[in-house]
């Protein structure tokens, strides 16, 4: 009876395992998600497109 139970205990490990990293990788793209996001609404924002244009003018005046 040991080695069916020591099967058992192993296959719930192997699935406690999986379950995790597949939480930990869930955990990750969410986190990811948010920065892209986050990333996303400040090059959106109008103060972040004035600034661009800022920069922009600037280069091109260096230019010449």
């Not at 990293?21 to 109008?46: C, D, R, T, Y």
Request: hydrophobic share 40%; proline share 3%.
């Amino acid at each position: 009876s040991t080695p069916l139970y020591s099967s058992a205990a192993s296959d719930v490990y192997k699935r406690q395992s999986l379950i995790c990293s597949l939480i930990i990788k869930s955990l990750i793209v969410v986190h990811l998600h948010h920065i892209f996001a986050k990333k996303m609404q400040i090059e959106n924002h109008p103060h972040t497109q004035r600034l661009r244009a800022h920069q922009s003018a600037a280069r091109q005046s260096l230019e010449y």
